[in-house]
DNA sequence: AAGAATTCCTACTATTTTAGTAGGGATTAA
DNA sequence: TTAATCCCTACTAAAATAGTAGGAATTCTT
């Protein structure tokens, strides 16, 4: 499985997003500084939510980023997904008759990971963005 | 956090010889093919399970391994930290009052991972190797 | 006593992944 | 016009992973 620093800067900028929201956008240039991100990271970070659908960008001075959606409704599995972050605690394909050892059958601890991923991804269903406030 | 092949290695071998425990010791070679797992590697990992307290040894010819205690009782916890996987999300020192981001408050999204943390381990801790039989 | 099977232990290495850096282009407000 | 900002791609150093390699020690079998 991964969750790396790109995962956690992601879900701390888009925290940090949702909590400093001021009507208008805000640079990347302000959370790199509140959050000690590098900018030129954040900026790869940041193409990718907005890919997603998760921010939107205005540019040019005085531009920036503002949610694309209320912190209510976007989940942190959008945001973990979005930067490429899997919950993959399976070594197999899933959809593969072959297992991980690649013999025919399915490996005695797939359905173990199954589960695992399950939990893992149900956990990151269920927290929006907006909780984080709470939990902080 | 980590979980990789080693991780899934030793639990995979341990499952393995939990189900084919047949009263005398069962050796690498065999796992090795069973699980289709190199040897070398299952080496290594087993060497961390016996300092670990999960298997027991006996060497020379007819040599290898046996659970040193019953299925029911080797949480999934135990085979995870013998080989050194951590589950760990949290980006900081959990007991350092520096925050990740070099700060000295914890990050925005400290709690999040922390919570994350919790709910990994226990899964971890609530699996026994028991049970695997029963998911496969 | 010899040979084979096995664990034990350490060191090395190729590959992959991560965590950025770097550089330049495009757009917009002042 | 200039400064601030987003946009986008390519590169790179460091770390981690997934093994390999080699040999020593032990024990069973013949
Ligand atoms: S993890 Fe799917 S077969 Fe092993
Ligand atoms: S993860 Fe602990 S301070 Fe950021």
């Known amino acids: ?4 620093n ?13 909590s400093n929201a001021k009507g208008g956008p805000i640079s990347l240039t302000e959370i790199s500084l509140r959050q ?3 900018l030129a990271y ?13 921010v939107r960008s205005s540019r040019g001075a005085n531009g920036g980023y503002v949610l694309e959606k209320p912190a209510s409704e976007i ?5 973990i997904y979005a930067v490429d972050e899997e919950v993959k605690t399976l070594n197999c394909k899933k959809n593969s008759k072959r297992g991980c050892n690649n013999k025919s059958t399915k490996c005695i601890t797939h359905n173990l990971w199954d589960q695992l991923d399950q939990h893992i991804i149900g956990f990151f269903e ?10 902080g």
Chains 1, 2 share one sequence.
Do not use: P, W
Not at 6 to 18: F, N, P, T
Not at 75 to 79: A, E, F
């Open 75 to 79: 989940k942190l599995s959008n945001i």
């Open 126 to 135: 269920k927290v929006k963005l907006q909780d984080l406030a709470k939990l």
């Open 36 to 38: 000690n991100i590098s």
């Open 42 to 54: 954040l900026e790869q970070i940041f193409l990718k939510l907005k890919n997603n659908k998760l």
């Open 6 to 18: 790109k995962g956690r800067y992601a879900v701390m900028a888009m925290a940090d997003l949702a």
């Open 1 to 4: 499985m991964k969750l790396t």
